[in-house]
C-alpha cells in the first residue's frame, strides 16, 4: 500500500490546521491506521492511531483534546484535525500503516510497516 500525506502548512500558536493521508494500492486489506511526528533532532513519535473499521482510536497524551482523527474507508483516507496548535507540535507528520483488524490501535513505530513521505506543520509563537 502507498500512503499520500497532504495538507500540514503554517499556523500561529492557538490555530488549526488538518491533515489528510490517502492511501493507494492494495486497499482492498485491513489496516490500521496513525499519525507520528518527528520534530527536529528528536526521535519520530506516535502522535494518533485509529483501527481499520475506525471504531478505536488511541492518541498520545500530549494530543488529547486537541487532535482528532477520523477515517473514511469508501474513500480510502484518514484525517487529521489540529485543533488548538502549540510551538511543539510542529513536526514533519507521517502517515503510516499496517495491515490488521484488531480494535488494538498500537503506538509502536516498529509495528508500521507502511510510511508516507510527511508533511510539514509548522506552529509560529
Known amino acids: 500500500v502507498q500512503l499520500q500525506a497532504s495538507g500540514g502548512g503554517l499556523v500561529q500558536a492557538g490555530g488549526s490546521l488538518s491533515v489528510s493521508c490517502a492511501a493507494s494500492g492494495r486497499t482492498g486489506s485491513r489496516y490500521a491506521m496513525a499519525w507520528f511526528r518527528q520534530a527536529p533532532g528528536k526521535e519520530r513519535e506516535f502522535v494518533v492511531g485509529i483501527s481499520s473499521s475506525g471504531t478505536s482510536t488511541r492518541y498520545a497524551d500530549s494530543v488529547k483534546g486537541r487532535f482528532t482523527i477520523s477515517r473514511d474507508n469508501a474513500r480510502n483516507t484518514v484525517h487529521l484535525q489540529m485543533n488548538s496548535l502549540q510551538p511543539e507540535d510542529t513536526a514533519v507528520y507521517f502517515c503510516?500503516?499496517?495491515?490488521?483488524?484488531?480494535?488494538?490501535?498500537?503506538?509502536?513505530?516498529?509495528?508500521?510497516?507502511?510510511w508516507g513521505l510527511g508533511t510539514l506543520v509548522t506552529v509560529s509563537s
Open positions: 503510516a500503516a499496517r495491515s490488521s483488524s484488531s480494535e488494538l490501535v498500537l503506538g509502536a513505530r516498529r509495528e508500521y510497516g507502511y
